[in-house]
């Protein structure tokens, strides 16, 4: 599992962290029941403090994506339904994000979203 992070981007870094462990789930290159990289481990890596690490991983523990166990690690508890439910919000957010470069308003992303559903 590959995590970027970018400290000059206006994104918290946990927030990147999380987006990244998120993307891998969704993406398949982490398996339900595997585990994640050590807080520690994953701070050095990337060369933060561990609690932003911990952070991040406590937001996907607060949305059922990882189980913490205190001297087992961070462990994936995504099942197919949220892999599936990840890879739509990804789009969904591609889609916000190409929409306001091209100047289109929310408003107008969600209305072209409901006609979209023939």
């Known amino acids: 599992m590959l995590i970027r992070i970018d400290p000059a ?19 398949g290159d982490v398996a339900d029941g595997e585990r994640l990289p050590a807080a520690r481990e994953l701070a050095r890596s990337l060369d933060v403090n561990v609690h932003t690490v911990l952070r991040a991983y406590a937001t996907l523990r607060d949305d059922g994506l990882i189980e913490l166990r205190r001297g087992r690690g961070a462990v994936v508890r995504a099942d197919d339904v949220a892999r599936r439910r990840l890879a739509v919000v990804a789009l969904a957010q591609d889609l916000v994000a190409h929409a306001r470069r091209h100047g289109v308003s929310d408003a107008d992303v969600v209305r072209m979203v409901q006609e979209a559903q023939c």
Request: no cysteine; net charge neutral.
């Open 9 to 27: 981007r206006a994104v918290p870094l946990h927030e990147q962290i999380d987006a990244g462990v998120r993307a891998a789930i969704a993406a």
